[in-house]
């Protein structure tokens, strides 16, 4: 268990470190799930453990331990004004991210360094990964989102000027040419975007789309790969 010092908002990330008992050197996994660090699946940290990797656990913004107690003073986003002053939850997430992929990077006993976000964790991860640059690897879980639903966006992805940008379209875009997974994409993903930009950048061959939930195994096969 460590704390990464989350510098820009004065605060620290609680984190968990798992590393393989005769690891000195390896490639290093930032798996971001709700969960946060103490909710990760046994069996499959196991698996990536066995494989030689390196994994980090954190809490993100109001997740795990970063849940405000009862009667913790609460933010009210329909406050008046409230994104003039205040990052919004997703926002702050995704600056969490970056804040531990950073840190995670640049220790000695890192080569290699691959983003995994799995449940909600998949979209954090998405947008986070454009202000990544250390990170070389996404695998992350798409929740078959339906990019034209207003409502998703209204909800905890709630960013203002997210979609004029482009959402999620473009943070995939930016991480052309790095190594892609993207999974459970759903029926309606336009894939367009995706495969051009990687094809611009001459890296089609590190893209990887899958409409459903892949198997554990297929995910760990692919992260601890190196291309």
């Given amino acids: 268990t460590l704390v990464i010092r989350a510098s820009a908002r004065g605060a620290s990330l609680p984190a968990v470190l798992h590393r393989p008992a005769s690891l000195k050197r390896g490639p290093a996994v930032l798996w971001i799930d709700r969960g946060g660090r103490d ?14 990797l390196q994994v980090l656990s954190l809490d993100c ?14 933010r009210d986003p329909d406050a008046d004004f409230f994104e003039t002053y205040n990052r919004t939850d997703c926002a702050e997430r995704v600056y969490d991210i970056t804040v531990a992929a950073t840190w995670l990077a640049s220790r000695k006993e890192t080569r290699g360094l691959a983003l995994f976000g799995t449940g909600e964790g998949g979209l954090w991860s998405l947008l986070a990964a454009p202000f990544a640059p250390r990170v070389d690897a996404l695998a992350a879980d798409f929740g078959q989102l339906d990019l034209s639903d207003d409502q998703a966006f209204a ?6 000027c997210l979609r004029r940008a482009g ?9 052309a ?40 195994v297929e995910t760990a096969g692919w992260l601890a790969s190196r291309g």
């Fill in 155 to 160: 909800g905890e992805l709630y960013t203002p």
């Fill in 61 to 74: 913004f109001a997740t795990g331990s970063q849940v405000p107690l009862p009667g913790a003073p609460a």
């Fill in 167 to 175: 959402a999620f379209t473009t943070s995939l875009v930016l991480t």
């Fill in 177 to 216: 040419p790095r190594r892609l997974f993207l999974f459970n994409t759903g029926r309606r993903f336009d894939e367009g975007p995706v495969t051009g930009a990687d094809r611009a950048a001459e890296a089609v061959a590190q893209l990887k789309l899958h409409r459903d939930l892949p198997s554990f």
């Fill in 39 to 52: 909710g990760l699946p046994h069996p499959e940290l196991a698996l990536l453990l066995q494989k030689g």
